[in-house]
């Protein structure tokens, strides 16, 4: 089955280090998704890309927060520094967009916590 | 702007009972609507989509789900509750931007 791949699964890091998650969409899927979860806000969207092109990143803090596509085969979400209100799981989901009416295929996440 | 509500942010059920978790949305347009389950520590999972071919969808592990433009819903149900059925359930739209927007999220626990 194809699937996304995020790395890393876990991340412990202290406050204000550098952060960098990423992300291998399905081959093929020119949507990319990332998205941030939380007991207190569910799932809020960060950022989106299409055809790596940034599409919407009205969600995500633009002070501390980047992300990026560097190529078809990956998106990167990075948040320099971090701060212990980041403790989040982040996922990335690929999809094909413009109008296909298809779901999008979720990773597995990366647990981040910032002490 | 299309927004996603759940009624109930927690629903028990006994095992064998009827599963009904509710979804409304706002859209000025026709909506792509979808169902996602998410298990502990896991990534989410699409259950179905509606994407207009027919107003009931059913989907994987027997749910199924009724798009009702007149009353803006799309509740999803299951006729009988499994332990495994055990989750959190989101219900998502997607915009004309293709941007997927998640609801809060339904608890749902099965009690033996």
Not at chain 1, 42 to 67: C, Q, T, V
Request: proline content about 6%; hydrophobic content about 35%; aromatic content about 10%.
């Amino acid at each position: 089955d194809a699937r996304v791949t995020q790395t890393p699964r876990h991340k412990v890091t202290e406050m204000g280090q550098e952060v960098t998650m990423r992300c291998q969409p399905i081959l093929g899927h020119n949507t990319v998704f990332w998205y941030r979860q939380t007991m207190m806000q569910g799932l809020e969207l960060l950022a989106y890309f299409r055809n790596r092109a940034p599409l919407d990143d009205s969600g995500m803090p633009k002070d501390r927060f980047s992300a990026e596509m560097p190529d078809a085969t990956l998106a990167t979400l990075k948040i320099q520094p971090s701060e212990p209100r980041d403790s989040a799981v982040y996922f990335c989901a690929s999809g094909l967009g413009q109008g296909q009416e298809g779901g999008y295929t979720f990773g597995s996440g990366t647990r981040l916590t910032v002490v | 702007a299309q927004s996603v509500t759940q009624l109930g942010s927690h629903v028990s059920v006994s095992e064998g009972a009827l599963v009904l978790l509710r979804c409304n949305y706002s859209s000025s347009v026709p909506p792509y609507l979808f169902w996602y389950v998410q298990y502990p520590n896991q990534g989410l999972q699409l259950l179905l989509k509606y994407t207009s071919a027919a107003t009931l969808v059913k989907g994987i592990n027997g749910f199924e789900a009724e798009f009702k433009k007149s009353e803006t819903s799309f509740h999803l149900t299951k006729p009988s509750a499994h332990m495994s059925d055990a989750a959190e359930y989101f219900c998502a739209v997607k915009t004309s931007y293709d941007k997927v927007i998640f609801g809060p999220g339904t608890s749902l626990s099965v009690i033996p």
